[in-house]
């Protein structure tokens, strides 16, 4: 089966930090690739996304991310982060196919914590 | 309104009890998808409607579950015989179209809650 692994489920920085969250998925061919962020007490809503072209992707709030076909990751990153991005990440992929079933693949998750 | 929207935003119900959650999707968006997210786990997908069809309904865990989406807009989630286990939030999105390059608009959830 089709899977997205997160590899820190907690993580606790202080401000002005970097930060990097690892995404990697299983092979399964072409794929699209997300991340979300839920804030507290709000839903799901999108960071970036990697469809085609530059593997190096920005996004909202001054994330980015990086798609490396070959080690089948895609990494978010931010060289600063603020006390507001505390929140839950979460990595997602759906992998195209000729029906093009679009569901998408989700990681457990990554709680980030950012102490002032 | 501008977001996706679904009902009730909690619904607490005994064992073996039947129940419906709805979904509003932003107008105008064709795709729709259920997704289910337990305690400490990211979303888990369920089923996705391209218009009034379900184009991909893979994700459902047994029978007991089934979801509608009549004319193409609002969606209704299903689940028969609810059991301890279904405990979650469910979750709907919509995005304007098929292709999965399209971004996937999520509403707040439902959190089911069976005792």
């Known amino acids: 089966a089709q899977s997205v692994s997160q590899h820190n489920h907690h993580v606790i920085l202080s401000e002005a930090a970097s930060l990097e969250l690892g995404c990697n998925y299983s092979y399964g061919g072409t794929v699209n690739l997300f991340w979300y962020v839920q804030y507290p007490g709000q839903h799901l809503q999108l960071l970036l996304k990697?469809?085609?072209?530059?593997?190096l992707v920005k996004g909202i709030k001054g994330f980015e991310a990086e798609f490396i076909k070959s080690k089948f990751s895609f990494n978010l990153r931010k060289p600063s982060v603020q006390w507001s991005d505390t929140a839950e990440y979460f990595c997602?992929?759906?992998?195209?196919?000729?029906?093009?079933?679009?569901?998408?693949?989700f990681g457990k998750g990554t709680h980030l914590i950012i102490q002032p | 309104g501008a977001g996706v929207s679904q009902t009730p935003s909690n619904k607490v119900t005994e064992k073996g009890k039947y129940v419906e959650l709805r979904c509003d999707p932003i107008?105008?968006?064709?795709?729709l998808y259920w997704y289910r997210q337990s305690l400490g786990q990211g979303p888990e997908f369920l089923i996705y409607f391209q218009g009034t069809g379900a184009a991909d309904d893979s994700g459902l865990p047994n029978d007991r579950f089934f979801a509608v989406r009549p004319e193409g807009s609002v969606s209704t989630l299903k689940i028969q015989r609810t059991e301890r286990g279904d405990s979650a939030v469910y979750l709907c999105?919509?995005?304007?179209?098929?292709?999965?390059?399209?971004?996937?608009?999520f509403g707040p959830g439902t959190r089911l809650t069976v005792l």
């Open positions: 107008s105008g968006h064709t795709a």
């Open positions: 999105a919509s995005s304007v179209d098929r292709g999965g390059g399209n971004e996937q608009f």
């Open positions: 997602a992929v759906s992998w195209r196919s000729g029906g093009g079933a679009d569901g998408l693949t």
């Open positions: 990697y469809f085609s072209g530059d593997p």
